[in-house]
């Protein structure tokens, strides 16, 4: 019968892992996969609990992050999620002897903050970006998700196993003062939450301009497939056929511009051209800017075909019909080969804020996207070109860029979900590819950001997250055999 309960314990936490992150990021799934783990191996040796959970692990990653990278097995970023699986069976394993060696609350601190750390490695030096950080799950839980304006995304992920090793200390782990620690993990708890609620609940009561978001083509269509093979062989088609979609991008950017939207942002990959077509594309984008005296966001794909790095370039015209700035993707550029940007965030000074833009894969990188909050930037813009296994999961997070920056975000997305989110995360306005087919976005979005405790001293947590793990380890492994 007890192995019946461990068996069931461990496909239900299985199961949870998997809604955990990737696909679903569902925010209780976060809070009970590690607890299940914990109980069902409780009466494992430290090394069975490794293996156990290394293998349930790798299958609960493959399955939840499967198809958001390449799906070929000769590509290494189809084994990324498999590899992290087995990476998050190493802090049960070293919470599991942490209660060999002492059974104080200190111990609590072994899980989280292991956890936690491997979140930052892949939120610092993973080439894929922040992927599969485990705080992103609380992008639903919106008081616990304010907490990235504090210590940022891997900072929740602390928090949540923190708080999850405790009760597992709680109801198992034989102790004296039990009753303080869970008097002050409560009070923790719920002053969490009580700063998450009223940082929600504070309404925005400043000035709003009216955004529009479009794209006017299926990425991943038939007839885009066709487009793009015609490069390597007949670019005069090619060309022929892209400029037929620029006609529609501009057409449609001029009805949102008679509509009333006074910034209008285009996806990635709007429009994709050959590089002998820029220049004209260029003076008909900066015309209409300056006709209907709108700032545009354009993010054109140009196309060099062998001759030299295709660009991946946002462009942002003013209302003069001049470019105020100019950023190229860096995001994922390893993978992409794109011509890779200095990773330098720009602004725009306009009469609705201050505004920037970056692309797509480069909102996975925050430790690079801070310099958005150190900017005091209020809009952020995000062209993002997706596909169906990623949405809304690259979406969100984006959202959390915003939470911790103080930024409001517009994510205009082709093949995926668009959104506009303020700087609480809140979803103003959304528009999923998948589910029609007018590619149109429109929004009114606070023309003012703010700043955050994050931005000012919480996005350097990862040296306290490091410290914490240096001092318990001292405390549980060293200090007591001495």
């Known amino acids: 019968m007890k192995k019946i309960i461990t068996l069931i314990l461990l496909i239900a936490a299985s199961i949870m892992m998997v809604l955990s992150n990737g696909h679903y990021m569902i925010a209780y799934a976060a809070w009970a996969f590690?607890?299940?783990?914990?109980?069902?191996?409780?009466?494992?040796?430290?090394?069975t609990t490794l293996i156990v959970i290394s293998t349930l692990s790798f299958i609960s990653f493959f399955i939840g992050f499967m198809y958001f990278g390449s799906r070929s097995m000769a590509n290494f970023t189809f084994y990324i999620p498999a590899i992290m699986g087995v990476l998050y069976a190493l802090p049960f394993y070293l919470q599991k002897l942490s209660y060999k060696h002492s059974n104080k609350f200190i111990t609590t601190?072994?899980?989280?903050?292991?956890?936690?750390?491997?979140?930052?490695?892949?939120?610092?030096?993973?080439?894929?970006?922040?992927?599969?950080?485990?705080?992103?799950?609380?992008?639903?839980?919106?008081?616990?998700?304010?907490?990235?304006?504090?210590?940022?995304?891997?900072?929740?992920?602390?928090?949540?196993?923190?708080?999850?090793?405790?009760?597992?200390?709680?109801?198992?782990?034989?102790?004296?003062?039990?009753?303080?620690?869970?008097?002050?993990?409560?009070?923790?708890?719920?002053l969490i939450l009580l700063f998450g609620s009223l940082r929600v609940s504070k309404d925005y009561k400043g000035e709003t301009v009216m955004v529009s978001g479009?794209?006017?083509?299926?990425?991943?269509?038939?007839?885009?497939?066709?487009?793009?093979?015609?490069?390597?062989?007949?670019?005069?088609a090619f060309m022929e056929e892209s400029d037929k979609l620029v006609d529609k991008l501009i057409e449609q950017t001029i009805i949102e511009a008679e509509i009333g939207s006074k910034i209008i942002v285009h996806s990635e990959c709007s429009p994709d051209v050959y590089y002998t077509q820029m220049d004209d594309y260029m003076e008909r984008i900066k015309n209409v800017a300056?006709?209907?005296?709108?700032?545009?966001?354009?993010?054109?794909?140009?196309?060099?075909?062998?001759?030299?790095?295709?660009?991946?370039?946002?462009?942002?015209?003013?209302?003069?019909?001049?470019?105020?700035?100019?950023?190229?993707?860096?995001?994922?550029?390893?993978f992409e080969g794109t011509v890779c940007g200095d990773k330098e965030i720009r602004y725009v000074d306009t009469e609705y804020g201050r505004i920037s833009g970056i692309i797509c894969w480069d909102k996975d990188f925050p430790a690079i996207i801070n310099q958005v909050g150190e900017k005091s930037i209020d809009i952020l813009f995000t062209p993002s070109a997706d596909w169906k296994q990623i949405s809304p999961t690259h979406s969100i997070n984006g959202n959390f860029r915003g939470i911790e920056n103080g930024v409001n975000v517009v994510s205009q997305t082709i093949n995926g979900m668009s959104m506009i989110t303020n700087y609480k995360g809140e979803v103003l306005d959304s528009m999923n590819h998948f589910t029609t087919n007018d590619w149109v976005m429109r929004g009114h979005v606070p023309t003012e950001g703010i700043n955050t405790i994050y931005n000012v001293c919480g996005k350097y947590f990862v040296y306290c997250v490091i410290l914490l793990f240096i001092i318990t380890t001292f405390f549980t492994f060293v200090k007591k055999e001495s």
Do not use: C
């Open 34 to 47: 590690p607890l299940l783990f914990m109980i069902a191996t409780k009466d494992m040796k430290p090394l």
């Open 290 to 334: 300056n006709e209907y005296d709108v700032y545009i966001v354009t993010n054109p794909f140009i196309n060099y075909v062998g001759k030299q790095k295709d660009e991946n370039v946002l462009y942002i015209i003013n209302p003069d019909g001049k470019i105020a700035l100019t950023h190229y993707k860096f995001g994922g550029n390893l």
């Open 109 to 190: 601190l072994i899980f989280p903050s292991t956890l936690a750390l491997i979140d930052y490695a892949v939120l610092y030096f993973s080439p894929n970006g922040s992927w599969g950080v485990l705080g992103y799950s609380q992008h639903g839980f919106l008081p616990m998700a304010q907490m990235a304006s504090v210590i940022g995304v891997a900072g929740i992920t602390f928090i949540i196993i923190w708080i999850v090793s405790t009760i597992y200390w709680m109801l198992y782990v034989e102790s004296s003062n039990k009753k303080k620690y869970a008097m002050g993990m409560a009070i923790l708890v719920f």
């Open 214 to 236: 479009i794209h006017v083509f299926d990425l991943r269509s038939d007839e885009t497939r066709e487009l793009y093979s015609l490069l390597e062989t007949d670019k005069e």
